[in-house]
């Protein structure tokens, strides 16, 4: 990737068609950062500047070619000095179309909530003297506002976290230097590399057990946490006059898209932000900071956005023009142009009228920007979602359903260059199966054309349906019901001794899924982590997506040679489809609370049992087929005990293992996916 840092655009002239290419945005260089910090500079402390090499990008074009009238630099007419480098062939600002000074360029200014501007020498110096009081600021960066307050002061951290509604979820921090990640957590040298490349992801790390000065309520119940360094010169200036850490997460309203326009901010942020840290340089298309971890060395991402995107996935075919609308979560959409998949930033969740419009918005931007005229659709199965209503509202366009789960396994298929058959686990939360039910421990054999169903967890019941989600209570009474009827209770289970759930609660519970009350079947890995994350009194309700199944995996104990649960996979059935039993797993569970197992060993055993088992049904699909390829994809791979146990263990089979490292395993991932298997079949009816 590092490879692309200079590149503006490139232009190639194949017939009369345009192709384009269009950087991502890009961290302050090193040159530009010794600029900032020289007094004798005439951009000495001037938080807009930028070269060839970096600056904003993808988040202030309008539409091609990428030129300063393009953008929202368009409001800014160059100053004389700024020209004479625009125009230099061997100045550094060469063709830098966001070139800008303290003479011509956006200006910050700051604001309080009530719309007034904050009269003071220097704003940076005024906005870090708030900050350390313990205010909360809504500060514009790249690709949107950040909400930061200084996270080593607990009261701010908390009271951030009330108002935002925030729940346990863990926030994001931005650190001055390495060394100060190093005061509470480890880095390792890929951790390093990834923290310091010019994308500046967020990079989840093992917390240390001394967290330092660092606020305990910044990732409080997890063992990682997420960091970044300074991308901007306007981040940069902050850090470098006295701060250490600060929360830096996302601006907007529960589950919106980010706020990137300066009167929304003051509308939306009120309640939230007692300051603006604001500048008149317009955001025209929103990009959230990218997420990532390192597991087994290499990159994985919950969340490929602001730096990678729009940068193209390379192919190793060609193919017609694809747009792929992806799931109803954390959606993408996704462009297939020639030998490019040309993945859009992070949209998310498509429940609200906000991230709708950023979901069309987004689409019309990249058609726009790369010149595409799609004349394939591709969407996910289930009916009701968003993306696939927005694609029944549309005419003279040929639309491919695309089954969520293969959608997934081709998602990996595609990032490893990877033509099939494979072996696909898909393990996530939620996705529409060809028969109706919520599918999600699925084993598959599957090319880009064909997916065949060869195994899955055995269905249970969601009582409540969604509410089962949220609350995973009734998965984990759910699941003992089916293993052990009526005479589940026992005090040695922690759902009833620790949590109080009464049986007169749990017979209501057993009754909807007696007369199949609102109690959607599933075969969800997702749903039995939740499940098991109940049983063990881990979580009964949920405040972000996941969490009862990331409580499951933070307490595992260490492996220690634990064994997995002596449980066989079963046979074929006539239809050739295994079905996983999870009561086996929830009795097995149940006797070692019993035997009184404390709950990490429980947790670590339950881990290693998914693994073996589901590794020992590769090995009988092997048997069965020949194939000896498995791509692992789904959102529950972001578990990294289960991703590192997968590859040791499959390796060890002897498996070729397929992994994401370019693209999330969850379901922004699946924009990629649907796209080639909409691709492939296409050519193959042509
Ligand atoms: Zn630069
Ligand atoms: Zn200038
Ligand atoms: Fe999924």
Redesign the pocket.
């Known amino acids: 990737m590092q490879s692309y840092k200079t590149f503006e655009i490139i232009k190639s002239k194949t017939g009369d068609k345009t192709t384009t290419m269009l950087s991502p945005d890009v961290s302050v260089c090193n040159d530009c950062q010794n600029e900032m910090k020289d007094p004798a500079d005439r951009r000495h402390n001037y938080p807009f500047i930028n070269c060839t090499n970096c600056g904003p990008r993808y988040t202030i074009i309008t539409e091609a070619p990428y030129d300063r009238a393009k953008t929202s630099m368009k409001d800014f007419p160059l100053c004389g000095k700024c020209l004479d480098e625009y125009n230099n062939p061997a100045s550094r600002r060469f063709h830098a179309q966001p070139n800008a000074c303290f003479d011509c360029g956006p200006q910050l200014a700051l604001f309080d909530s009530e719309k007034k501007e904050v009269t003071c020498n220097d704003i940076i110096q005024e906005t870090i003297k708030l900050l350390k009081s313990g205010s909360c600021i809504a500060v514009k960066g790249l690709g949107g506002f950040h909400l930061a307050v200084d996270a080593e002061n607990t009261t701010a951290v908390k009271q951030l976290r009330a108002i935002k509604e925030r729940g346990g979820k863990p926030f994001a921090v931005m650190t001055d230097s390495l060394d100060t990640i190093r005061s509470f957590a480890e880095i390792s040298p890929e951790e390093e590399h990834l923290l310091t490349s010019f994308q500046k992801p967020i990079v989840l790390l093992k917390k240390k057990d001394e967290t330092g000065k660092l606020s305990h309520d910044v990732a409080p119940d997890n063992n990682y946490i997420g960091v970044m360094l300074p991308y901007t010169p306007l981040h940069v200036l902050l850090f470098e006059n006295g701060l250490k850490a600060l929360v830096m997460t996302s601006a907007n309203k529960k589950s919106e898209p980010i706020v990137i326009d300066n009167e929304e901010a003051f509308q939306k942020l009120d309640q939230l932000a007692e300051y603006h840290l604001m500048n008149n340089r317009d955001i025209y298309l929103r990009t959230d900071d990218s997420v990532a971890r390192i597991i087994n060395n290499k990159t994985a991402f919950m969340r490929r956005s602001r730096g990678y995107a729009p940068m193209p996935l390379f192919l190793n075919k060609k193919y017609s023009q694809v747009l792929a609308v992806g799931?109803e979560?954390k959606n993408t959409v996704c462009f297939l142009q020639e030998n490019k998949a040309i993945i859009s930033q992070h949209i998310g969740d498509l429940d609200n009228p906000s991230a709708i419009d950023f979901f069309k918005m987004t689409i019309d931007h990249l058609k726009r920007i790369f010149d595409l005229t799609p004349e394939i659709i591709a969407h996910d199965l289930h009916p009701d979602y968003t993306s696939t209503r927005y694609c029944n509202k549309l005419d003279n366009i040929k639309k491919i359903p695309v089954q969520?789960?293969h959608a997934?396994i081709a998602s990996c298929m595609a990032e490893n260059n990877h033509n099939g058959p494979v072996i696909g686990l898909?393990f996530?939360?939620?996705?529409y199966g060809t028969d109706g039910k919520i599918w999600?421990g699925e084993v598959l054999v599957a090319d880009y054309k064909d997916c065949q169903r060869m195994a899955h967890l055995d269905y249970s019941s969601m009582p409540g349906g969604d509410a089962a989600v949220k609350e995973p209570w009734r998965m984990g009474l759910s699941l003992l019901y089916k293993a052990l009827g009526n005479d589940c209770f026992s005090d040695t289970i922690p759902l009833f001794s620790k949590t109080g759930v009464q049986p007169d609660k749990a017979d209501i519970i057993f009754q909807m899924i007696d007369k199949n009350l609102n109690s959607p079947e599933t075969s969800s890995m997702g749903r039995l982590f939740d499940g098991i994350s109940a049983i063990l009194g881990l979580k009964n309700k949920i405040s972000y997506e996941g969490e009862a199944a990331i409580r499951l995996e933070m307490v595992a104990s260490d492996n220690n040679g634990l064994n997995s649960y002596d449980i066989r996979p079963g046979a074929f059935n006539d239809k050739g489809i295994l079905r996983v039993s999870t009561s086996d797993i929830v009795r097995a569970v149940v006797e070692d609370l019993a035997n009184g197992e404390s709950i990490p060993v429980i947790s670590r055993r339950f881990h290693n049992t998914i693994i073996d088992l589901f590794s020992d049904i590769c090995g009988k699909v092997r048997d069965k087929t020949g194939i000896n390829d498995v791509a692992l994809s789904?959102?529950v791979f972001q578990n990294r005990i289960l991703l590192e146990g997968f590859l040791m263990k499959l390796q060890g089979m002897g498996f070729v293992v397929l992994r994401h490292v370019l693209v999330p395993c969850?379901?922004a991932g699946?924009s990629l996916g649907q796209a080639l298997i909409a691709a492939e079949r296409v050519k193959e009816s042509q």
Do not use: E, R, V
């Open positions: 799931a979560q969520h789960h997934h898909a996530d939360g939620t996705g999600g789904g959102g969850n379901d699946i």
